[in-house]
């Protein structure tokens, strides 16, 4: 069975511009978190989407968004990019209440 | 503010040795997760502990979760250098896929 899968693995965007990147979750499953990963604050929570429905929303600006698809594959875009916003982007799906499987992210750098 | 402290943030010992990581919270939670974390991927789950007081045994690690449910340890027996990675400890708090993330335990088990 394959494991979430994130594209693209590695992103270099400029300040000002905006990104999207892409999570497809394991057969299956229908829900799907966000999560930003940076040696400073760590591990935090963007949003989750189950059933093309935002279900939870962390504290991150308007600038953070995402979508899911009738599929179950997500996105999420990131809109006026600015330097701190360069981070490891983690994928999550999940099936049964609270177990998550995690995909390797995008590493995100904003030059 | 943190709200799930994780300690030490660094540990480098001897392979063979035993160590503890704590995990500490002044809010209660629904279930509390461990995580290991290798450079270049996601986090992949250990355990959950649900009940207050719960000790789970994975091969060389017991995890134990707090009384009070605030609170939990991760203990490794005879550490292996395939023991070396970022340790997360994680809380379920306002929803099931919506985690709260320490700032992680790294540790290094050298040969």
């Known amino acids: 069975k394959a494991g979430v899968t994130q594209t693209p693995r590695y992103l270099i965007k400029t300040r000002g511009q905006q990104v999207t990147l892409s999570c497809s979750p394991i057969s299956g499953h229908r829900s799907v978190s966000w999560y930003q990963q940076t040696p400073g604050q760590g591990l935090q929570f963007l949003f989750e989407y189950f059933s093309e429905t935002q279900r939870n929303k962390g504290n991150f600006p308007g600038r953070f968004s995402g979508r899911q698809f009738s599929n179950s594959r997500s996105e999420m875009n990131v809109s006026t990019l600015e330097l701190g916003d360069s981070a490891l982007y983690l994928c999550?799906?999940?099936?049964?209440?609270?177990?998550?499987?995690f995909g390797s992210g995008t590493q995100l750098s904003v030059l | 503010t943190q709200l799930l402290e994780q300690s030490p943030q660094f540990l480098s010992i001897q392979e063979g040795e035993n160590l503890t990581v704590y995990c500490n919270s002044s809010s209660v939670f629904s279930s509390l997760q461990w995580y290991r974390q290798e450079p270049g991927e996601g986090p992949v789950l250990l355990v959950t502990v649900v009940t207050g007081g719960e000790v789970k045994k994975l091969k060389r690690l017991t995890f134990q979760f707090g009384d009070a449910r605030k609170d939990s340890s991760l203990h490794i027996t005879a550490a292996q250098p395939g023991d070396t990675g970022l340790y997360l400890c994680?809380?379920?708090?306002?929803?099931?896929?919506?985690?709260?993330f320490g700032q992680g335990t790294r540790l290094t088990i050298n040969p």
């Open positions: 999550a799906s999940s099936l049964e209440h609270e177990k998550l499987f």
């Open positions: 994680a809380g379920a708090l306002g929803g099931a896929q919506k985690l709260v």
